[in-house]
């Protein structure tokens, strides 16, 4: 009986061992999920804004050629509207008069890199300079340092937000394609558009799409008669005192004023996205 009773205990004993031996593996495991979930978080850019005013910004990247310039600016004149141009260092080098034609009607001169290169591909380093060497040639002709940074191709990673961001500007995308790019017709162009915008929206359009100047005209007219009121992307953007969700939208803290100047207290958030 003494022999059974010692066997039992020490068979409890076994099974509390193993149990405390599983509940340690257990969590183990989810320690080490976390630590992999935090690894794969993602910093990201502001592709759109959470507000309830009819608010949205239409935006151009300026790379390559010039032709149309001129004639955007003639049309967003026309519907009173300002947009924001992301140009390209080496564009500002080829077309002076052009950026200095944007800024005095009143657009917004943003930076999209110096040499257009993919950003993850660089050193944090090359990252900076090519930052800097366009904001450098943009702020000698508009006499302004751009606040805003669009990547080229739209190409991130954690690296080169977070480089954005030491730099005290904002990393700028778009939730609003129209692809002009691939240069559909006019009215493909600007039904696109229409279709897909809300409030808070960013659109991306290209000054050198052949066809963008001519579905510009519809896109301004149709969504300023819905309501919309364009604005530049920096004054949509909340500048502190925000977070931005796993879907890229910009989300102002509670009770946190819409506009603000200063860019030190930048609160981004990350996402699996």
């Not at 502001?46 to 600016?73: H, M, R």
């Not at 600007?190 to 066809?211: E, Q, T």
């Not at 519809?218 to 502190?240: N, W």
Request: net charge positive.
């Amino acid at each position: 009986m003494v022999a059974l009773t010692v066997t039992k205990k020490r068979i409890l004993a076994v099974l509390c061992f193993i149990l405390a031996a599983v509940l340690a593996v257990c969590a183990c495991i989810q320690g080490a999920r976390a630590i992999q979930a935090a690894s794969t978080k993602r910093s990201l850019p502001i592709y759109n804004v959470q507000t309830d005013e009819k608010k949205i910004a239409i935006s151009f990247d300026a790379a390559w050629g010039n032709e149309q310039t001129q004639t955007l600016i003639d049309i967003l004149k026309q519907y009173n509207v300002h947009a924001t141009f992301f140009v390209v260092g080496a564009w500002v080098d080829k077309y002076p008069d052009s950026v200095k034609a944007l800024a005095e009607a009143g657009h917004e001169v943003c930076n999209h890199s110096n040499t257009h290169p993919h950003m993850p591909k660089l050193t944090q380093q090359e990252m900076t300079a090519q930052i800097t060497e366009c904001n450098k040639k943009i702020m000698a002709i508009t006499g302004k340092s751009p606040l805003l940074f669009r990547p080229p191709y739209g190409d991130y990673n954690n690296a080169v937000i977070d480089t954005v961001n030491s730099l005290k500007m904002y990393p700028i995308q778009w939730d609003v394609d129209s692809l002009d790019w691939k240069d559909p017709t006019p009215q493909q162009i600007s039904s696109r558009v229409i279709s897909k915008v809300k409030p808070g929206s960013i659109i991306l359009m290209h000054n050198g799409a052949k066809n963008t100047p001519q579905a510009l005209p519809t896109i301004l007219q149709t969504l300023q008669s819905q309501g919309y009121q364009f604005v530049r992307i920096s004054e949509l953007i909340y500048k502190d005192n925000y977070t931005i969700d796993n879907a890229g939208k910009q989300i102002p803290n509670q009770s946190a004023p819409h506009k603000t100047s200063s860019a030190s207290s930048m609160a981004v958030s990350t996402s699996t996205k």
